[in-house]
C-alpha cells in the first residue's frame, strides 16, 4: 500500500484526476487494471490473504508499483514465493578498488576473485606466487582439468577433480538457461576426458570451505583452507580467501614467498 500510494497516476500514464483524487498515488482498481489482475484479488494480495499467486502476475504488479529489485523480491517472499536470483548485468565491469584493496590486503595469504564462470579476473600476488598465477590464467575450472603446473601442484588432484566438477554443476545450477556455462563444459569435455566423464555422473556439491594442499616447488608442501564470499553488490563475483591451516608452517613459508629473499631466489641469470 506504501508503494502504491507513491506511484502517481501520470507515471503509471494515466489522467492525475486533478482535485476529484481523494487520496495520492494510484488506486488499488488501477493498479489491478495497469497489472492485468482482477480487482478483488489485488485487494487481497494487499491484505496478506492465502491466495495462489504467480511470479509472473507479481512481476507485473512490481512494474506497475514502480519496484526496485530489492523491493521486487521482497515482493515474492511476503507472498510466500521463493524470489527470483538476483538480475546480474551481461556484461562484466571490473573489480572495484575496494575488492582490490581486500586481496592486497590479505597478502601473504592467496585471494582471488573469480566471476559465475570461475573465469579468474583478479588475484593477489601471493595468489600468483602459490598458483601460479598470471595475467592470462583464465578459467579455474580449465586450469584445474588442462594445466600441468597447477596438477603437478594441487595434491590429492585426483580425489578433488570429482568434487570440483560437482562445484562447477552447483555453480551451474544458480543461473537456468544461461548459455556460458554449457559453452564451457562443452569445450572442457573435448579437451579432458576426465572432466567428460565426471560431468556425465551428474554431482551436485554446492562450493563452500575446504583444504587443499599445494605442493610448492621452493617451500614444499602448503596447507591452505579456502573460503568463497559472495559479494551482495556484485551477485556475479565470488571472493576466494586462502588460510593457513592451523598447527603448519604454512604461515611462515607465505611469509617468506612474499619476502624479497624469496624473489631473488626465484631471479635466474640472464644468458651471455
Excluded at 494480495?45 to 523480491?73: A, F, W
Excluded at 588432484?157 to 551451474?172: C, K, T
Amino acid at each position: 500500500m506504501s508503494r502504491r500510494a507513491r506511484v502517481t497516476p501520470g507515471e503509471a500514464g494515466l489522467p492525475d484526476g486533478g482535485a476529484r483524487r481523494r487520496t495520492p498515488g494510484l488506486r488499488r482498481e488501477e493498479v489491478a487494471v495497469l497489472a492485468g489482475v482482477g480487482v478483488s484479488w489485488y485487494q487481497w494480495l494487499e491484505q496478506g490473504r492465502d491466495i495462489t499467486v504467480s511470479g509472473q502476475v507479481l512481476d507485473s504488479v512490481s512494474r506497475v508499483l514502480r519496484l526496485d529489485e530489492p523491493e521486487r523480491r521482497h515482493l515474492y517472499v511476503l507472498a510466500g514465493l521463493n524470489p527470483p536470483l538476483a538480475a546480474i548485468p551481461r556484461e562484466q565491469a571490473a573489480v572495484s578498488d575496494s575488492i582490490r584493496r581486500l586481496i592486497d590486503a590479505w597478502t601473504p595469504l592467496p585471494a582471488n576473485v573469480i566471476d559465475r564462470y570461475w573465469n579468474n579476473i583478479a588475484f593477489n600476488d601471493a595468489a600468483g606466487a602459490v598458483f601460479d598465477f598470471n595475467d592470462d590464467c583464465g578459467n579455474c575450472l580449465f586450469n584445474f582439468f588442462t594445466s600441468h603446473i597447477y596438477r603437478s601442484r594441487h595434491v590429492g588432484w585426483s580425489e578433488d577433480a570429482a568434487l570440483v566438477a560437482a562445484e562447477y554443476r552447483a555453480s551451474a545450477a544458480e543461473f537456468p538457461g544461461d548459455e556460458g556455462f554449457a559453452a564451457i563444459v562443452d569445450e572442457l569435455g573435448g579437451r579432458s576426458e576426465l572432466f567428460a566423464e565426471l560431468w556425465a555422473r551428474g554431482d551436485v556439491r554446492p562450493p563452500g570451505t575446504r583444504q587443499k594442499i599445494v605442493d610448492h616447488p621452493l617451500v614444499g608442501d602448503l596447507h591452505l583452507e579456502s573460503t568463497q564470499l559472495r559479494i551482495p553488490e556484485r551477485p556475479d563475483l565470488t571472493v576466494v580467501l586462502h588460510n593457513a591451516v592451523p598447527g603448519t608452517d604454512t604461515m611462515r613459508k607465505l611469509e617468506w614467498l612474499a619476502s624479497p629473499e624469496s624473489r631473488r631466489a626465484t631471479m635466474r641469470p640472464v644468458a651471455g
